[in-house]
């Protein structure tokens, strides 16, 4: 049986800025409240066009759970790591809060806990994933604009997303190959 590997495919037209994904989030995984602790968010993106024909669009993002991470490879107590299914995590038993990979992270998704005193990021909602059920920010979106799924299984939603329409990653020169896929 080949092992899964998870994936959501991002559609930002349907986005409305609700925030339900970021508020679910904070929810399921005890993120402390505060602007700079997140495990994903949604970006304005700057208005477009004149007055009176005005558009607005947002942008949510969270951790690209990448296959080459560079907070991986900076971690001095091996602390971050992926699992087989793709998921980069962080033992809160090996962190010591030195802040490295925070650095590291090109997609600035990574936050310090510090009523914890390690970091912290999104992990697909592992907990989760676990038993079966999907991530919170995917589950609750009311406009459906995250889809999870194993990119393995070519009847999987997200395979067949990704294999209708055109898509983009993050940063791609990076060579961080992230499994966070943007519809365009």
Known sequence: MKTKRYA?????RRCIDCKACTVACKAENDVPLGEDKHR????????????PNLGQSFSPSQCNQC??????????????????????TVNADKCIGCKY??????????YYNEETGVIDKCTFCIQRVAVGRIPACVETCPTKVR??????????EVSLLLAKHRYTVLKPELGTKPFLYYLI
């Open 40 to 51: 994903n968010w949604v970006t304005q993106e700057p208005l477009r066009g004149t007055f």
């Open 8 to 12: 959501i495919v991002l559609d930002t």
């Open 101 to 110: 990979c925070m650095l590291a992270c090109p997609y600035d998704a990574r």
């Open 147 to 156: 889809v999870f799924g194993d990119l393995n299984d070519p009847e999987s």
């Open 67 to 88: 296959a080459n991470p560079p907070c991986n490879s900076v971690c001095p107590t091996s602390a971050t790591g992926i699992t087989p299914e793709g998921i980069v």
